[in-house]
């Protein structure tokens, strides 16, 4: 067991300890240990549903506090405090904790990354985050910019594209004055190239997850996606290391016994990211597979387009992000994908504190229960430690009575 | 110079208290139950407080009541909230005084005076109640069975703090249950109950800005453990009265406030 | 409220009642109510297409809340889920348009439109607002979005009512609404004089008893209000000593009067404000540029580069503003009421509180309250503490 298995929150999970190279790509969440490679480039910081490209293109490296700060000072950590100093800079307390820990660690110094400044986007993400950026660079005099991504509208689709376009091209001049680096349509080319492999190797470990065998646990599932916001450290990096692991998994798929004679109930988990990483093996515990998840499937719903203008590519790609869209568009472009995973059952989660997704739970929760008539169970978590009686004894139940 | 009491009565959820000052000096303090009428508490208080005084009540020029059960009382002259009480009560105590922490039994409190004991900003915890004595009592008297005032002696015997992270009152109870099954000390537990007590005061008051002299008023700050942690908590020496109950600041200073008003020729 | 008050205030009485009898009756004679929640949408082209536009700002109703729950959950916004409620429930007002447009902006509201449109079967209009535009407007690209997302609305208006939107049908509600604006904005001016005849809370009563009133009556009762009031001549001998306050912070419903209520009744005197249903509807006009301007344009400019919401990213122009109106005003301390759950005002609480306190030694009271009563004894303790606390300065 390494060092980063023993840190008090990881040292409650339980590991697929057979998984050779997950432990590499679990060791990029150390946040400390481990240095920024090319430590010359500037690191930028990003929201985690916009696509890393854009600072990629401006030489920068990109990084996503909301997910690391959040992993390694809550999940691995366990420092919870840290929402107090998050609460100092000006947030509410009842806030979203993945905010919260992010601002906390952040404001206090617990972080071990030195941002030159932050790509803020705003309109597909929630008003909280884009909040807790406002008062961090008030708090760390980080330059702060914010691009916006104008709603999606059938109706709308010219002079939003237009929107974006102008958007961008403001938001590359701004990098550039940070990174010092100019984007061409070459850089932007090179660096969506880079994207697309990473996004075809989600779209291949979204397949491994729900292939026959199981070769791939629910935790190490929902943490491979984690990686996808900023391609930390770097694109090859992240690149290599998912080859390894998808390696590693499709030998598992080849050796795989065909029949298990229980069958577990295939889920689809939609709703916020939780940090409470237990969930994941509890929902084995209790007869469940995770085939599949969206929380991330806005960043590799699908390729970017490299023929034609990049510029023009990226902006409909964007805008048509499925969490740009209003829900029940949204949710239709999800269904899809639910299918293809060959769900039996869906999963919400909604994390005490977050507003924009548990908004529109019901909506979810009715859609999916009309279109695909599978039934679909609500829950709410909140931080590691508490107390998760509650939510077990709904998925036990939930499990069963759509088992037998 | 022709004698005259006046009274200040503090009436809590849990517990009423009386000052009475004699031509404006402090004279005596009473402390009783509030039971389940707080209007009638806060009257009976201060007519036991004034019998013991040895005074005539003719010679009452003035009352000022505060604390939550003041919207019901018809016998005073005025009524000021808890916070402006707090603070002159502090400074009078100890003019030095710059932050004045109150611990009481439903909220907490944070109060920044300046060097008259005017106060220039607060904040209050009245949300839950975690980082109010209710947390401590109902650890202490539903779960480890051992009296309030026991406290700060058995914190101070622990070896080490033991943690307990539920924030919420009622499954910080649960926590305790299994911590004392693992076979943790209760020393060790208490010890850990006062430092989540500081920690979320600690949170209230550095939102303020903690400027020494630092006073802690109010029921718990006679628990020496929560002085202790919230000493280390804040990093800076923290002052108990110790010539008055310091549960009976509150009404200290509505004793004040109604000396300066009865000089004012404030018309009740 | 003082003599002069009530008689002035008299024709505003029960206004909603009124009104939503006068929409029942509007509806039955074949005309459309279109409603709106947020001050960002251009009520002019709702005039203009020949509707009756109705902004839907009502709260402080617990049953409404509660209902609103079957769609939206307890954390979330109370103004929100009472929109929701209300609907449900049957309330006159809301249950009677036929429309409703919602200016694309913070979470709660976007996900009140999914529940009209998805749930509730009313016909939503979203309009897309850029929320990065900055004061010194390098973003013209966010003008051009804006007008595109204004004529979609536009188009989508002129079907739901059957009539064209004409240039002149456009400009003549510019007209009646600027003047309205300009009324308005002569009865919020009054609190800046310690003699004022009319109080800030009663020029907000008279702001919100035209949410749902016709224009033109509005109009013309506004500009009779302001001939009585200015034929009052103000009592020298009166001192008003009450700490002078302003009131900031999240949507202030009509009919949410709790914390006004503390504050009046705790001896504060609120004279201006920075809310939403208050002040900041009046402050800027439609400018028409010239006779041959396009009115398109003109309520572009209008919209989108009036004090924007904190759902907007620029927090120094809504600083700004805050400090010049405790200036003007003579603002001695401020109130900050945040709606429990309201993300965008609640994050900026503590910029807005530190700016007043460095720039003007002012201080800031927070209350977050939802619209149950159970917090009336703390928020009273809060409220009068502050209270205390300025009293002498």
Redesign the interface.
Same mark, same amino acid.
């Given at each position: 067991m390494s060092e980063i298995h023993s840190s008090p929150g990881y040292s409650r999970l339980i590991f697929d300890k057979n998984f050779d190279s997950f432990s590499e790509f679990l060791h990029l969440f150390n946040g400390g240990s481990l240095k920024f490679p090319d430590s010359e480039n500037k690191i930028i910081a990003k929201t985690p549903l916009s696509p890393p490209e854009l600072i990629y293109a401006a030489g920068g490296l990109a990084y996503d506090p909301y997910t690391r700060e959040t992993i390694i000072h809550s999940v691995m950590n366990e420092n919870f405090d840290l929402v107090n100093n998050g609460v100092d800079?000006?947030?509410?307390p009842?806030?979203n904790p993945w905010n919260l820990i992010m601002a906390g660690s952040m404001a206090s110094g617990a972080t071990k990354t030195t941002l030159s400044g932050a790509a803020i986007s705003?309109?597909n993400w929630?008003?909280?985050t884009?909040?807790?950026w406002?008062?961090l660079s008030?708090k760390l005099g980080t330059p702060v910019y914010?691009?916006?991504i104008? /709603?999606w509208?059938s109706?709308?689709e010219?002079?939003?594209i237009?929107?974006l376009k102008?958007?961008l091209e403001?938001l590359f001049q701004w990098l550039q004055y940070t990174t010092g680096v100019k984007v061409t349509s070459q850089s932007l080319s090179d660096a969506v190239i880079n994207g697309n492999r990473i996004r075809q190797q989600l779209q291949e470990i979204d397949e491994l997850a729900c292939s026959p065998g199981r070769p791939l646990s629910a935790l190490e599932y929902y943490m491979l996606h984690l990686a996808s916001t900023d391609y930390f450290p770097n694109p090859r990096e992240t690149h290599r290391i998912y080859d390894q692991i998808i390696c590693e998994l499709r030998q598992r798929v080849e050796k795989a016994t065909s029949n298990t004679p229980d069958e577990p109930l295939r889920i689809f988990m939609m709703g916020d990211e939780t940090q409470q990483f237990q969930l994941f093996k509890m929902i084995e515990d209790c007869g469940g597979q995770v085939v599949g998840a969206d929380f991330r499937l806005a960043l590799y719903y699908k390729l970017i387009p490299q023929d034609g203008s990049i510029l023009d590519n990226l902006a409909h790609w964007i805008w048509n992000m499925p969490t740009n869209m209003?829900?029940?568009e949204r949710i239709r472009a999800t269904i899809p994908f639910i299918q293809r995973q060959k769900a039996d059952a869906v999963i919400i989660n909604?994390t005490?504190?977050s /507003?924009?997704l548990?908004?529109?739970? /019901?909506?979810v929760r009715d859609i999916i229960k009309q279109e695909m008539e599978i039934p679909v169970l609500s829950i709410e978590t909140s931080l590691p430690l508490q107390d998760n009686e509650k939510t077990e004894y709904l998925i036990r139940a939930f499990i069963e009575m759509n088992r037998y | 110079m022709t004698e005259y009491i006046v009274a200040g009565v503090d009436i809590g959820s849990t517990t009423a208290k009386a000052v009475i000052l004699k031509n404006g000096e402090f004279l005596l303090g009473r402390i009783e139950p509030t039971g389940s009428n707080p209007a009638h508490a806060g009257r009976e208080i201060m007519e036991s407080a004034i019998i013991d005084s040895g005074y005539d009540k003719s010679l009452l020029g003035f009352t000022v009541v505060t604390g939550?059960g003041r919207?019901s009382a018809s016998f005073a002259d005025k009524t000021?909230?808890?916070?402006?009480c707090h603070g002159r009560g502090a400074h009078f105590v100890s003019p030095d005084i710059k932050t004045v922490i109150d611990i009481g039994g439903q909220?907490s409190k944070v109060i920044s005076v300046d060097s008259s004991g005017?106060?220039?900003?607060?904040v209050?915890n009245?949300k839950c109640a975690s980082g109010t004595g209710r947390f401590l009592e109902s650890a202490a008297q539903l779960v480890l069975h051992v009296p309030l005032e026991d406290l700060g002696n058995l914190s101070a015997a622990s070896t080490e703090i033991c943690k307990i992270s539920s924030m919420c009152t009622v499954f910080a109870q649960t926590e305790i249950i299994s911590l004392l099954a693992a076979g943790e000390s209760k020393e060790n537990i208490i010890a850990g109950l006062h430092s989540s007590i500081a920690g979320r005061v600690g949170t209230m008051a550095n939102r303020l800005g903690v400027k020494p002299v630092v006073m802690m008023t109010g029921g718990v700050a006679k628990n020496s453990g929560v002085k202790y942690a919230l000493e280390q908590e804040l990093g800076t020496e923290i002052i108990v009265p110790t010539d008055i109950d310091p549960q009976l600041i509150g009404a200290l200073g509505a004793a004040l406030i109604a000396e300066d008003l009865l000089k004012a020729g404030t018309t009740k | 409220m003082n003599t002069y008050d009530s008689i002035l205030l008299a024709p505003l009485e029960e206004r909603i009642e009124t009104d939503s009898v006068r929409i029942i009756q509007a509806k039955a004679e074949g005309k459309k109510v279109v409603g709106y929640f947020c001050p960002h949408v251009p009520e002019e082209l709702i005039l203009a297409a020949g509707m009756i536009p109705v902004r839907l700002a009502q709260g402080g109703d617990i049953e409404a809340v509660t209902a609103g729950e079957? =769609?939206?959950?307890a954390?979330? +916004?109370p103004y929100a889920r009472s929109c929701l409620g209300f609907q449900k429930q049957g309330n006159p007002i809301y249950s009677n348009v036929d429309a409703i447009c919602v200016a =694309?902006t +913070?979470?709660?509201m976007?996900?009140n439109q999914? =529940?009209w449109a #998805?749930y509730l079967g009313v016909p939503s209009f979203?309009l897309?607002i850029?929320?990065?535009h900055d004061r010194l407007r390098s973003?013209t690209?966010?003008l051009? =979005?804006f007008k595109?997302?204004l004529n979609?609305l536009a188009s989508r208006l002129e079907a739901l009512s059957g009539q064209n939107i004409t240039s002149s049908k456009i400009k003549q509600a510019i007209r009646i609404n600027n003047q309205i604006r300009e009324q308005l904005w002569r009865l919020f001016e009054y609190p800046v004089d310690k003699r004022t005849p009319i109080e800030w809370r009663n020029v907000f009563r008279i702001a919100q008893a035209g949410f749902t009133m016709d224009r033109l009556l509005y109009l013309n009762e506004l500009i009779k209000f302001n001939k009585q009031l200015a034929k009052i001549r103000p009592n020298k001998s009166i001192k008003d000593t009450r700490p002078r306050l302003m009131i900031c912070g999240s949507i202030i419903a009509q009919g949410d009067n709790k914390v006004l209520d503390i504050i009046e009744q705790a001896g504060g005197n609120i004279v201006a404000d920075s809310i939403c249903t208050g002040s900041m509807f009046a402050r800027k006009r439609v400018t028409m540029f010239g006779l041959a301007g396009n009115p398109m344009d003109a309520l572009a400019e209008r919209y989108l580069y009036n004090i924007p919401c904190?759902?907007m990213?620029d927090?120094p122009k809504r600083l700004g503003r805050i400090v010049k109106i405790i200036r003007d005003y003579n603002v001695a301390g401020i109130i900050y009421y945040s709606l429990?759950?309201c993300?965008?005002w609640?994050?900026?609480?503590?910029?807005i509180r530190d700016v007043a306190q460095q720039k003007l030694a002012t201080?800031t009271l927070l209350i #977050?309250a939802e619209y149950s009563p159970a917090d009336i004894?703390?928020i009273?303790?809060?409220v009068?503490?502050f209270i205390?606390?300025m009293e002498g300065r």
């Open positions: 800079t000006g947030l509410s009842e806030y705003c309109g929630d008003d909280q884009k909040k807790t406002q008062a008030e914010f691009w916006e104008p /709603r509208d109706d709308s010219k002079w939003a237009k929107f102008a958007e403001q209003p829900t029940m909604s005490i504190g /507003r924009n548990p908004g529109s739970e /019901r909506i | 939550y919207v000021v909230t808890e916070i402006t909220d005017k106060v220039v900003d607060f209050i009245d | 079957d =769609y939206l959950k954390d979330s +916004c =694309y +913070c979470d709660s976007r996900k999914e =529940y #998805e979203p897309g850029t929320q990065s973003k690209h966010a051009d =979005y595109n997302e979609l904190p759902f990213t927090l429990k759950y993300d965008t609640r994050a900026e609480f503590k910029a201080p #977050e004894g703390t009273k303790t809060k009068e503490a205390e606390m």
